[in-house]
């Protein structure tokens, strides 16, 4: 069994949610308790945190009045930008998560190893 290391990328430029990054991390963590119920050695690394606030008037206000309240908090990734990595675990499980994690978040994801 051939343990590596696994960044996923992503492809193309967009604006994440938390919730999107959040997501990732309950689909990766699921991943790893079907994987090894007994061992803990697969490690998680964040590279992305939601930092910039995004803000929503409400449907029925009036114009001025300040500007309206945090909506939820977004963070702007590039092409090429590292949103995580995986540290052992073996190529077929990761191009697994790969795969769930495109279609649940409707991300351009690449896999990259070491």
Not at 6 to 16: E, G, P, Q, R, T
Not at 45 to 73: C, D, F, H, Q
Request: charged share 25%; aromatic share 10%; proline share 2%.
């Amino acid at each position: 069994m051939d343990l590596t290391l696994f960044f996923f990328v992503v492809k193309s430029c967009k604006i994440v949610t938390a919730e999107q990054i959040e997501t990732c991390v309950k689909a990766v963590k699921m991943q790893f308790k079907t994987l090894n119920k007994k061992l803990k050695r697969n490690k998680l690394t964040l590279y992305v945190y939601p930092a910039i606030p995004k803000t929503e008037k409400g449907l029925g206000s009036r114009m001025g009045k300040g500007k309206g309240g945090v909506e939820n908090w977004v963070q702007i990734v590039r092409a090429g930008k590292v949103l995580f990595s995986i540290k052992n675990i073996n190529k077929r499980v990761a191009f697994y998560i790969l795969r769930l994690l495109k279609w649940k978040t409707r991300l351009n994801i690449s896999a990259h190893y070491l």
